[in-house]
């Protein structure tokens, strides 16, 4: 078997046992892979990813990944950046700006958005560190940092850095009692 065909069938594994660790109403790898929206945007975006590092391909990655966007209702740009492990689940109205980073082993849910609050062709978007959890409707907006190890509850508006470790809640986020923003 050719090593890049290899590769991508062990990251493909990866990302079907990340699913079954991360939703416990998850039957099996059959019905993972060919049901859950969340693992095919981010096997659209890996694609994509992959065409976007050679700019004459930019315009096909972009179509592929609005193809993706239309077929889940989730929509990553093919320049962010996301690490191993990364599991989307539910996933509807998820949407990952150009200039964002995610870490290992992040869960997201629905309605999660890492935005941007300024235009310009610089890093305008979060970036999540690893084991951070998303909670449903989270909105990170701007060039900021969330630490490793933090969970973001649902619907929190989050505007400013975000420590390791920290639990943050609210509109606008704050962390719970004990814990520090910066």
Not at 50 to 68: E, F, V
Not at 69 to 95: N, Q, S
């Amino acid at each position: 078997m050719h090593p890049l065909l290899k590769s991508a069938l062990a990251r493909i594994d990866e990302d079907l046992e990340t699913a079954m660790r991360e939703d416990p109403a998850a039957p099996n790898k059959i019905i993972v892979a060919i049901s859950y929206p969340g693992i095919h945007a981010v096997w659209a975006y890996r694609l994509c990813h992959k065409l976007w590092q050679t700019p004459a391909l930019r315009p096909i990655s972009r179509l592929i990944s609005q193809l993706a966007r239309f077929l889940t209702g989730i929509e990553i740009h093919p320049g962010a950046k996301i690490g191993r492990r990364f599991f989307i689940d539910h996933g509807m109205g998820v949407v990952i700006g150009e200039t964002a980073e995610i870490g290992d082993d992040v869960l997201m849910y629905h309605q999660v958005t890492l935005g941007g609050r300024s235009r310009g062709r610089f890093k305008r978007h979060p970036t999540i560190g690893n084991r951070v959890l998303l909670g449903a409707g989270a909105k990170i907006i701007g060039p900021i940092t969330i630490g490793d190890d933090t969970k973001v509850g649902a619907n929190a508006l989050v505007v400013k850095d975000v420590p390791a470790g920290a639990i943050v809640t609210g509109i606008p986020a704050n962390t719970s009692p004990g814990d520090i923003i910066a």
